[in-house]
């Protein structure tokens, strides 16, 4: 089975050494939003996307599951 975005986000996070709350304000958003991502209890916006991808350096394809790398290339 493959992992969920919220699986992924969490992987990305531990992989930057990054808490949740850091997250929270490297990405300016409300706390509620990561904690739903991270449960899968939100959909997120292209600019969400793109924004977490630059402070995790992971790439879009990892957390949308396209790729089991998280490198960006």
């Known amino acids: 089975m493959q992992d969920t975005f919220g699986v992924r986000l969490i ?3 531990n992989r930057k050494g990054m808490r949740s709350k850091t ?3 490297e990405l300016d958003c409300n ?3 990561v904690a739903r991502l ?3 209890k939100n959909a997120l916006s292209m600019e969400l ?3 977490i ?3 995790l350096d992971v790439s879009a394809d990892f957390l ?3 790729s089991d790398k ?3 290339k």
């Open 11 to 13: 992987k990305a996070m």
């Open 23 to 25: 997250l929270v304000a």
């Open 31 to 33: 706390p509620s939003t």
């Open 38 to 40: 991270r449960m899968d």
């Open 49 to 51: 996307l793109l924004r």
């Open 53 to 55: 991808c630059k402070t």
């Open 64 to 66: 949308l599951g396209l």
């Open 70 to 72: 998280p490198e960006i």
